[in-house]
């Protein structure tokens, strides 16, 4: 696969991503998308590539809720060759952008 369909495949997945989001009542902000999006680019050249993650301490991950989880574990599923931490990674962006429902205004900045 070459640079030009990771790309387009990444993109088609974050779309996907973030309606399964938004059908959790889920709202990533413009700036979590873009970083989401580049997460997944790059999970999408991994599942191709073969390369793997770095070792990971996986108490990092207690706080994220379990319904962020299930859902990066979806994610996941939609790519094949993934390491399992690879959820985990992904669910911090989940994570974060769930918080923006007690949050409204979290990950929107202006520079002035």
């Given at each position: 696969m070459d640079d030009a369909q990771i790309?387009?495949?990444g993109l088609s997945l974050t779309e996907r991503a973030i309606a399964l989001l938004n059908?959790?009542?889920i709202y990533p902000d413009s700036l979590q998308k873009k970083m989401l999006e580049t997460h997944i680019k790059a999970m999408v050249w991994r599942s191709f590539s073969g390369e793997s993650l770095p070792e990971l301490d996986m108490e990092m991950f207690d706080e994220i809720s379990?319904?962020?989880f299930t859902l990066a574990e979806q994610v996941c599923?939609?790519?094949?060759n993934l390491a399992y931490e690879e959820a985990h990674l992904l669910s911090v962006h989940f994570e974060v952008a769930k918080e923006n429902e007690l949050n409204p205004t979290a990950g929107e900045t202006t520079c002035q």
């Open positions: 790309i387009e495949l059908s959790h009542a379990p319904i962020c599923r939609w790519m094949e």
